[in-house]
């Protein structure tokens, strides 16, 4: 934790985050489509239940050129693996001052529109 988080920051969570439902939604198509948004997460830790999204990104995608990005760090509400972190060099001095996940998700609703989301 850097010295400026240490002095001025909310303490670093100590419990893990609320559980939450795992969904799983997927569609085939039969032609591949040129417009797509792709996206990219990295999470606090590998159980979907429980691990919270500490970073999203997206390539919005037409006629497959890219045409605009989007990029946040998310602000957890519980703790971050040290595995997750050993991974994606994500910790809670990096975070604290991130804005929390309902804060941004509608805008990132916005950018992914009704686009076909690729992971």
Not at 62 to 70: F, G, H, L, Q
Not at 72 to 99: E, F, H, Q
């Amino acid at each position: 934790m850097g010295i400026f988080s240490f002095l001025f920051a909310d303490p670093e969570p100590t419990e893990p985050a609320p559980t939450r439902p795992q969904l799983r939604y997927y569609h085939e198509y039969d032609t591949i489509p040129t417009d797509y948004t792709v996206i990219d997460v990295e999470t606090s830790g590998l159980n979907p239940c429980i691990s919270e999204i500490l970073e999203i990104a997206a390539i919005k995608v037409r006629n497959n050129a890219e045409i605009d990005r989007y990029h946040t760090y998310v602000r957890p509400v519980g703790v971050i693996s040290p595995s997750a972190s050993a991974v994606n060099g994500l910790t809670w001095s990096k975070l604290y001052d991130k804005p929390y996940l309902e804060e941004i998700q509608q805008h990132f609703f916005d950018f992914v529109g009704d686009d076909i989301l690729v992971g």
